[in-house]
């Protein structure tokens, strides 16, 4: 299976610990975007990430949050100091060249939960 | 005005029904327009994938655009149980990122 691969797929966390959430693009897809699901929010952009590159990080938090996407690896989203509020589904897409426009396939998420 | 609209639902139909799902949007700039199904506790799958206005065939689904009303739809022909999901409508300018419709839960009763 060359889908979209999200690790962990569950992650308990104490509020004031990181979370770090990874992420491995379908083969041949060098864009990578995260996405925020809430119960009744739906989705919601955090943002969009090629190799070594943040292209748009307009769905970020300002604090706390960060993401990369290394020359090599998975692309990582990194949450310092987790509070209540940042218990979500977080989801990873990827798409091919040229990235925005063409279709994103998704990963099963990584479920994070804040005691 | 959300710039994605689209009803909740849920929507209950009886095996072999038609279903239409839609949403409208406000942003006349969006061109690329995406249906994904969505299992509990899975990922977005993508079903239908157009650019601009006109419909798509897929086997049993229906894609159709009209940017003039700025309104989508997903037809799902025969439906079966197993289209029991929560669909997703998305769209984009193809310079902005993707935004999503909150998504219609659909049942399917045998």
């Known amino acids: 299976n060359a889908g979209v691969m999200q690790n962990p797929r569950h992650l308990v966390r104490r509020r004031g610990q990181e979370a770090r959430l990874r992420c491995s693009p379908m083969k041949g897809h060098s864009h990578v975007y995260w996405y925020r699901q809430l119960p009744e929010e739906g989705l919601k952009f955090m943002v969009y990430?090629?190799?070594?590159?943040?292209?748009?990080e307009s769905g970020m938090p300002k604090e706390r949050f960060s993401a990369e996407f290394p020359k090599e690896g998975p692309s990582i989203l990194r949450i310092q100091q987790v509070v209540r509020g940042d218990s979500a589904a977080y989801f990873c897409?990827?798409?091919?060249?040229?990235?925005?426009?063409?279709?994103?396939?998704f990963g099963d998420g990584t479920r994070l939960s804040i005691l | 005005q959300k710039e994605v609209e689209q009803d909740p639902g849920p929507l209950s139909v009886p095996e072999g029904a038609i279903v239409s799902l839609n949403c409208t949007y406000s942003n006349s700039a969006f061109q690329y327009f995406m249906w994904y199904r969505q299992y509990s506790r899975k990922g977005p799958e993508l079903l239908m994938y157009?650019?601009?206005?006109g419909n798509k065939e897929d086997g049993r689904f229906t894609a159709q655009v009209d940017k003039s009303s700025k309104y989508i739809s997903l037809f799902i022909r025969d439906s079966q149980p197993s289209d029991s999901a929560t669909y997703l409508c998305?769209?984009?300018?193809?310079?902005?990122?993707?935004?999503f419709g909150k998504g219609t839960r659909l049942s399917v009763i045998a």
């Open positions: 897409a990827s798409s091919p060249p040229p990235g925005i426009g063409q279709p994103q396939h």
């Open positions: 990430l090629q190799k070594e590159n943040i292209i748009d």
């Open positions: 998305a769209m984009t300018s193809g310079n902005t990122p993707l935004v």
């Open positions: 157009t650019y601009s206005s």
